[in-house]
């Protein structure tokens, strides 16, 4: 099978099985490449993933033991790698799986980092070996260890956000090796509803998030509570699964909210845009972000956004003109935010418009695959 342009025909990546993984490489193998995908079992983002996205990749699910075992992952794939012969071998997601990568010795080998892989405090909430207070010195060197032996030897570094141009250098990754091109949105799945929403009386925030810890999905809870004790009539639509799931139920119970919250669960990719396009707001309350797709989804709906300044989201989100930012786990902040945003829509209106016009121009997942492969064109070759 020819891909276009002369590039690589066949791509393998080591990545979870997530909406923008599988959204991005579709879109690659629907262009004539053969893309490879090495994941693991997920059920919940599994659900959320169409047939015809998935039926385009190549799927080889690897043994969940492995997942944090970087050279027993590496024995799992090797003998893959060796067979297909890939052009390019794509690790996305720095601690674990492009330890795990760079073990096979199999280049070029390309990176991406998605951020509680490289933001520290978020990585160690995310570790299972390590959990706060083992915040301490050797836990920080090894970090920095493992960046510097990643840098060491990666070929090229995708960088998917605006923070990580100036972050990952500053973890040992030359410049020289970054290639930007950062995360797209299907502008045309991701698009202004009928206007439905303005008119209603009740305001509507939604949350796409996954129901896990790093996400504060109980921050959100409590804002609405407080929105709701000031006399704003407010309806909260959670649309995602996870861990977190019955203990946020039992806070929503606990707080009075009944009814003013919906808890969807885990909602097709494709079913989202019903579910954003109905809101007058979109918020992510996460404690760390780099990629955020779904604020990107949200902002293509024409919703402003208000979310938590981390990350990408602080480059990418200007106060008044997007959105507006919050610190992580401030219930007074977000529902000061989401109170302005509901007694304005003038100012809603003005918001969404500026969003779904910088969404088009800047992140529209046409131009972002064309990026990508040109990155994979410019540095195929083989083991």
């Known amino acids: 099978?020819?891909?276009?342009?002369?590039?690589?025909?066949?791509?393998?990546?080591?990545?979870?099985?997530?909406?923008?993984?599988?959204?991005?490489?579709?879109?690659?193998?629907?262009?004539?490449?053969?893309?490879?995908?090495?994941?693991?079992?997920?059920d919940v983002l599994e659900r959320t993933q169409t047939a015809a996205d998935l039926d385009r990749l190549q799927l080889h699910f690897l043994p969940s033991a492995v997942k944090w075992h970087p050279i027993a992952l590496a024995r799992q794939v090797r003998p893959h790698l060796a067979r297909l012969r890939p052009d390019v071998w794509h690790a996305h997601i720095a601690i674990p799986y492009g330890v795990g990568a760079a073990v096979t010795r199999w280049h070029p080998f390309l990176?991406?980092?998605?951020?509680?892989?490289?933001?520290?405090?978020?990585?160690?909430?995310?570790?299972?070996?390590?959990?706060?207070?083992?915040?301490?010195?050797p836990a920080w060197i090894a970090f920095r260890s493992i960046h510097?032996?990643?840098?060491?030897?990666?070929?090229?570094?995708?960088?998917?956000?605006?923070?990580?141009?100036?972050?990952?250098?500053?973890?040992?990754?030359?410049?020289?090796?970054?290639?930007?091109?950062?995360?797209?949105?299907?502008?045309?799945?991701?698009?202004?509803?009928?206007?439905?929403?303005?008119?209603?009386?009740?305001?509507?925030?939604?949350?796409?998030?996954?129901?896990?810890p790093i996400y504060g999905h109980e921050t959100l809870l409590r804002a609405t509570a407080l929105l709701r004790s000031r006399g704003v009539r407010?309806?909260?639509?959670?649309?995602?699964?996870?861990?977190?799931?019955?203990?946020?139920?039992?806070?929503?119970?606990?707080?009075?909210?009944?009814?003013?919250?919906?808890f969807l669960g885990a909602v097709p990719h494709r079913e989202l845009p019903r579910w954003i396009s109905e809101a007058d707001v979109l918020v992510s309350a996460s404690h760390s972000d780099t990629t955020a797709l779904?604020?990107?989804?949200?902002?293509?709906?024409?919703?402003?956004v208000v979310v938590t300044d981390v990350g990408s989201l602080a480059f990418r989100i200007v106060p008044g003109r997007n959105g507006f930012l919050f610190?992580?786990?401030?219930?007074e902040g977000l529902a000061g935010h989401l109170g302005r945003i509901a007694s304005d829509p003038e100012l809603r209106h003005r918001i969404g418009e500026e969003?779904?016009?910088?969404?088009?121009?800047?992140?529209d997942l046409r131009a972002t695959v064309r990026l990508?492969?040109?990155?994979?064109?410019?540095?195929?070759?083989?083991?």
């Open 1 to 42: 099978m020819a891909a276009p342009g002369g590039g690589p025909t066949r791509i393998a990546v080591l990545a979870n099985l997530g909406t923008a993984t599988t959204t991005m490489y579709s879109a690659l193998a629907a262009r004539g490449h053969e893309v490879h995908l090495f994941t693991f079992h997920h």
């Open 111 to 137: 990176l991406t980092t998605h951020g509680s892989d490289v933001y520290f405090q978020a990585w160690v909430r995310k570790s299972p070996r390590l959990r706060p207070p083992a915040v301490h010195p």
């Open 148 to 212: 510097a032996g990643l840098a060491a030897v990666v070929d090229r570094v995708i960088v998917y956000s605006p923070d990580m141009m100036d972050l990952l250098p500053r973890l040992g990754y030359p410049r020289s090796r970054l290639t930007p091109c950062f995360l797209g949105v299907d502008t045309s799945l991701f698009r202004p509803g009928d206007g439905g929403a303005a008119a209603s009386s009740v305001f509507r925030i939604v949350c796409t998030r996954n129901l896990e």
């Open 234 to 262: 407010v309806r909260l639509t959670l649309a995602g699964d996870g861990s977190e799931r019955p203990r946020l139920e039992g806070l929503s119970s606990s707080l009075g909210l009944g009814d003013t919250v919906r």
């Open 294 to 304: 779904s604020v990107l989804e949200g902002m293509a709906c024409g919703l402003p």
């Open 327 to 331: 610190r992580p786990g401030d219930v």
């Open 355 to 363: 969003n779904r016009r910088e969404v088009s121009a800047k992140y």
């Open 372 to 383: 990508l492969e040109g990155a994979y064109e410019s540095n195929a070759g083989g083991a």
